[in-house]
């Protein structure tokens, strides 16, 4: 029992959910509603932050700088291009997001819904 209950704190801490989203860092996975979503490298470090941030507005160098690791703002394009992909693989009305939300003169959130 004790390593029964060891090993789930352990996983638990290995996963993130909210709602129908849960995001296994160990495999590095994400599911909506349980159904595996194809991702890649950076939509899913992208996501990831965000969800480790639930509630926080993140600026857009911040978050450029976190996933693609630089801290030259340049490609402004790239972030909001990795946004809209992750918003039709996660939103359930992809032009009208709920949960990865524009926040307006400073980058993006995550939100529960």
């Known amino acids: 029992a004790k390593i029964s209950g060891i090993f789930k704190r352990r996983y638990a801490l290995d996963e993130i959910t909210d709602g129908n989203i ?3 860092k160990a495999s590095r996975a994400v599911y909506k509603n ?9 939509e899913f470090e ?3 932050l965000l969800m ?5 507005a993140l600026s857009k160098e911040y978050i450029f700088e976190q996933v693609w690791g630089s801290d030259s703002f340049s490609e402004q ?3 909001t291009v990795h946004i809209k992909w992750l918003r039709q693989k996660i939103e359930d009305a992809p ?3 709920k ?5 307006w003169g400073v980058g993006y959130k995550y939100e529960s819904v």
């Open 52 to 56: 480790e941030n639930k509630g926080r």
């Open 22 to 24: 849960r995001i296994n």
């Open 77 to 79: 394009q790239t972030l």
């Open 95 to 97: 032009k009208n997001p």
């Open 99 to 103: 949960k990865i939300v524009t926040v």
């Open 34 to 42: 349980e159904k595996e979503l194809e991702m890649t490298a950076k």
């Open 46 to 48: 992208l996501l990831l």
